[in-house]
């Protein structure tokens, strides 16, 4: 049987699922996670409470490793007008949020941050 390495939080949108799903193949994670997908990855995962969605792949999956990952023109946090560096900040501030939670609750987690470029290239921050 299988296992669950790792729990991916990522934006609903669809222009970023096939660059994404490359990234996790390419660090031998495919078929190796729990994927959740909510408007604005952290943002929501945040403001609503969605945590306990990660609770849930630890618990029954036993999971070693979180990736949240965002990506440029995120119409959750509407920034489109702003220069894709401050997009990367703004966003950035939510991750590193989730992220200090996601350490609080559980420390032996590996939290990975990372950003998508919607010409594919993607940038771990953490």
């Known amino acids: 049987m ?5 729990c991916v939080l ?14 996790l193949q390419q660090k ?5 996670y729990d994927y959740l997908s909510l408007p604005g990855a952290s943002r929501n995962f945040l403001s609503e ?9 630890y618990r029954l999956h ?4 979180v990736y949240l990952i965002h ?3 995120c119409g959750a946090y509407n920034l489109g007008h702003l ?18 939670i996601l350490k609080e609750r559980h420390p032996e987690l590996k939290v990975c941050l990372a950003f998508l470029y919607l010409d594919g290239r993607m940038v771990e921050l953490a």
């Open 83 to 100: 220069p894709v560096e401050e997009q990367l900040a703004r966003q950035r501030q939510d991750m590193e949020t989730a992220a200090r």
């Open 2 to 6: 299988p296992s669950c390495r790792a």
């Open 62 to 65: 036993h999971i070693m490793e």
């Open 10 to 23: 990522t934006c609903m949108d669809f222009r970023i699922q096939a660059g994404v799903a490359n990234w």
């Open 28 to 32: 031998g994670l495919a078929g190796k």
């Open 71 to 73: 990506h440029e023109d």
């Open 49 to 57: 409470g969605k945590i306990n969605l990660v609770e849930d792949s």
